[in-house]
């Protein structure tokens, strides 16, 4: 079952996996697949952000790559306002690649070094023919004003800028094809604390304006909470909850969410968490466990979660949780 978005929906995701077959035959070695992600389907609405959330290793990454058609779908359906792109060959892909971007962890890695920052800016916008040479050059002037740098910048090279200019840099290009739809890939990780709550403002102010989607993954809680309206939680490939962002950090259904939750640190040191912390490593997506994928690692599993998978289903209003207890 899908979790419904306030408003009306840009992006519908459902069912969608992406499995990686590791090839055997080397040395006797058995092909293999990994589970990146296995199942997982959600809605997003127009001007809202969703917060997706879980360990390293848990495919939220992937799932932000294959939603934005960077990786192909092994199955499941992706629809941008009600159009299912999930299995468009690249020429029909094209108009929808201009209405989804991405902003990557490390903005430095992914912006040309040998390129000026105007014509990063201006790049999108000559790739997708939407304006003649002067008007892009204005409108990346206009972009650079938007995110906070100065347009005497556009001459400068992406090792000549701050990390956090490089990331107002990434947004900027980001924004310069007009998408609706932005995935925000571990945007501020690589960022001083301090710079991470400018970046973080400077994109709830750009969608305000805007009235960007964003599809926010991170494995800061903290973060995500400031920003999202509602948060999914992956645990291996799968999501095991998704609800309102007030509703999940004030009373988490889920056992792993709960557990994630425990090991944010306290405000207050002296007090005490009554929830249980995350113990042990998140096992192979190779091999993932029977059953509930989380009860090697629950402290609350019984013999039927060893066995029985849990399906995501509505416990309260609009708050959704695969589990068998709760
Ligand atoms: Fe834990 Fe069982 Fe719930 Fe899985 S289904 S989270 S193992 S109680």
């Keep these: 079952m899908a979790a419904q978005a306030a408003n009306s929906k840009l992006l519908e995701v459902s069912g969608l996996t992406r499995h990686f077959h590791l090839g055997g035959g080397f040395l006797g070695r058995k092909a293999e697949t990994v589970y990146a992600v296995d199942g997982i389907s959600f809605d997003l609405g127009e001007g809202e952000t969703l917060g997706l959330v879980g360990e390293s290793g848990c495919g939220k990454s992937t799932a932000g790559k294959t939603i934005l058609r960077l990786l192909t779908p092994t199955s499941g359906t992706i629809k941008l306002r009600g159009r299912d792109i999930s299995a468009l060959a690249k020429a029909e892909l094209r108009p929808f690649r201009r209405d989804m971007q991405v902003i990557f962890q490390d ?55 701050s990390g956090g200019q490089r990331q107002r840099l990434g947004i900027a290009r980001a924004l310069a094809s007009g998408p609706s739809l932005i995935v925000c890939d571990e945007p501020v990780s690589a960022l001083d604390v301090s710079v991470q709550a400018q970046i973080i403002n400077l994109l709830i102010d750009l969608q305000r304006q805007m009235g960007l989607s964003y599809l926010f993954i991170a494995h800061d809680l903290a973060v995500v909470q400031h920003i999202s309206q509602r948060v999914a ?55 993932p466990p ?19 998978e849990p399906v995501l289903e509505a416990k309260r209003d609009g708050h959704l949780v695969a589990c068998h207890l709760r």
Excluded: W
Excluded at 248 to 267: D, I, K, R, W
């Design 233 to 287: 939680v992956m645990y291996l490939g799968k999501i095991v909850e998704i609800a309102q962002t007030d509703a999940l950090f004030a009373e988490p259904l889920h056992p792993y969410t709960e557990a994630l939750l425990a090991s944010v640190p306290a405000p207050d040191p002296r007090v005490k968490k009554s929830r249980k912390l995350l113990t042990g490593d998140v096992p192979s997506p190779i091999r």
């Design 107 to 161: 903005p430095y890695s992914s912006l040309n070094p040998q390129m000026t920052a105007g014509d990063i800016v201006a790049e999108p916008m000559l790739n997708f023919a939407i304006a003649g040479a002067s008007d892009r050059r204005r409108r990346a002037a206009e972009l650079f004003q938007r995110v906070g740098l100065r347009q005497e910048a556009m001459a400068k090279y992406p090792h000549e800028f």
């Design 290 to 308: 029977p059953g509930c994928r989380f009860h090697t690692r629950c402290p609350y599993a019984e013999a039927r979660c060893k066995v029985e």
